[in-house]
């Protein structure tokens, strides 16, 4: 079991517990309802995943240990941004590849890269797959997938192809925001290539996806992230059979 401030909770004691499953629409409309009916700001939200991620995240390493984190255009990367915003504060070595152009960032992603780099975080925005490719090679701390999310399908597509290879091919240890990108949340069928984790930080629920016992290659160790939801959202999806040992 993880410690209380990390807000993270192991699989195997979710199921224990008769927490629910859900799929990735599910799981999309449960944050739209926290937006629409409880005036909960999405960037709350984000600003509370990513939080407790890196909260997570920081037990896991020592003071000397590097984070390289890899984001996305979309929210999973303004995940990330918070993340290492958290990790700059606190003195960690933190590095963050944008594989795309700040310019592609909407909405709450931009408004956690802004946060981010007005805190200093320094953000690299490399577009080109070989660079990339360089750069991963060369970690041997965390790598923190925060690139497709679960709003993605199919194989991903260059540069993330070549990030996620190159992090599987190194010998860091390995962590999925959400979901591994290249898995699938509703069916866990993995893309060519899908980042291999050592550890998966699910936000809410399990997805149905990683039911799917050929994606257990790719998720890890699994524990299920709270980010803050309103009592009378997360109460029904966790009185299923539960108990108390």
């Known amino acids: 079991m993880t410690s209380e401030n ?46 407790a991620c890196a909260n997570r995240l920081l037990e896991m390493t020592s003071d000397s240990d590097a984070a390289m984190i890899l984001c996305g255009s979309g929210n999973n990367g303004g995940d990330g941004f918070v993340i290492a915003r958290h990790f700059h504060q606190t003195g960690k070595p933190v590095r963050v590849l944008l594989l795309a152009s700040p310019q592609k960032l909407r909405g709450d992603a931009r408004l956690s890269y802004d946060r981010a780099v007005e805190t200093g975080v320094a953000i690299e925005s490399i577009l080109d797959a070989s660079q990339i490719a360089e750069i991963i090679r060369s970690s041997d701390g965390l790598i923190v997938d925060c690139l497709l999310g679960t709003g993605a399908n ?15 091919q190194c010998a860091a240890t390995r962590i999925a925001i959400d979901i ?16 291999r984790a050592d550890l998966t930080l699910t936000f809410v629920t399990a997805k149905t996806g990683m039911r799917n016992p050929d994606a257990m290659a790719y998720l890890g160790a699994i524990e299920i992230v709270d980010i803050g939801l309103p009592e009378p959202i997360t109460a029904p999806l966790r009185s299923f059979n539960t108990k108390k040992d």
């Not at 199919?154 to 599987?168: C, T």
């Open 6 to 51: 990390t807000k993270t909770v192991p699989i195997d004691l979710a199921d224990q517990w008769g927490w629910t499953t859900l799929s990735v629409e599910q799981s999309r409309q449960i944050d739209q309802t926290a937006i629409d009916e409880f005036g909960v700001a999405g960037i709350t939200l984000m600003e509370n995943a990513g939080t």
């Open 154 to 168: 199919g194989d991903p597509r260059e540069p993330y192809a070549s990030a996620i290879r190159s992090s599987n």
């Open 180 to 195: 591994p990108s290249g898995l699938q949340g509703d069916t866990g069928v993995a893309g060519d290539p899908t980042f």
